[in-house]
């Protein structure tokens, strides 16, 4: 076989979906909590407030996690056509997600175990100060929410594509926000009427929402990585376009994922009238989502079920 004949049959296994906006949009939200950060440290510790303190350092958690976002966007862009990955760099962004998700686990554990305890300890809250950094916190939170809203959200063979590795960002900025906005109401409630004991309830209730976002990142993500069942319907769309063709049968089938929302196969096949593989690939040319398959074709040599 000639060496020009070969490359035709050869092909990237570059699987990774490009992410160049959500790379830079990660980045400036990186910088901007950052920024936010190191003025509410540096007030907090010249004016002399808790409250500016304790919001600064746990933004500095997020600023964590939105670098986690960002070395996965990098390395998976640098190491695409590393030979040392099977199918590419499309999982390490999803990795991202999945190590940014046990981060926001952390946290509302953090936070559930810190309003149990003023529930038994309560502190002197100097409620303008803290008032005036949950504002602050809202506002950065609200910019940042804006900028990291999935732009790249399509849907396709009735599947909705996602970025989990902005997603897990994205809800780092909604957990900021959620707890501003709890706090805001703690805080009026415990100005104007005396209820302390609410910042602890709404620590609780933010703990609480922040725990099912993060199960819920962590299982889809977990699902990926681990190449876990996909979608029984895109099983069952590859079934049918396959054994509406002649007399074919399916015999053996393995969907997974190689990236995000991108998807492999392997397909072994019995049939009376074999055919080229690209034959049979081209029967799933309507599922875009498969973007590598292989196809064994094995020939029945028993009677033929149609004529």
Known sequence: MHEDTLEQWQHSHDFAVNRDRAEHNTTTVMWLTAITMVVEIIAGSF??????????????????????????????RRHANNSQYTFGTGKVTVLGGYTSA???????????????????????????????????????NLASAWLLQDHHHHD???????????????IHVLTDALTSILAIIALFAGKYFGWIWLDAVMGLVGA?????????????????LLDGAIDKQIK???MTAIEADADNRIAD?????????????????????????????????????????LVEVNQCRGEPCIK
């Open 208 to 224: 609480g929402v922040i725990s099912k976002w993060a199960y819920d990142l962590v299982r889809d993500t977990g699902k990926i």
């Open 47 to 76: 004016f002399g407030s808790m409250a500016l303190l304790a919001d600064g350092w746990h933004m500095a958690t997020h600023v964590a996690a939105f670098g986690i976002a960002v070395f996965a966007y990098r390395y998976a």
């Open 156 to 170: 396709h063979d009735r599947h909705h594509h996602h970025d989990r590795n902005l997603q897990a960002a994205y």
């Open 253 to 293: 089938l393995h969907v997974w994922y190689v990236g995000e929302n991108l998807l492999a196969a392997t397909i072994s096949l019995v049939t009376h009238y074999p055919r080229s593989p690209e034959h049979y690939k081209s029967l799933l040319g309507g599922i875009s989502s498969l973007t590598h398959v």
């Open 236 to 238: 069952l769309d590859i």
């Open 102 to 140: 046990i981060a926001l686990a952390v946290t509302a554990l953090t936070i559930a175990i810190e309003s149990v305890t003023r529930f038994f300890e309560p502190i002197a809250i100097q409620f303008n100060e803290a008032i005036a950094v949950a504002i602050l916190g809202l506002i950065v």
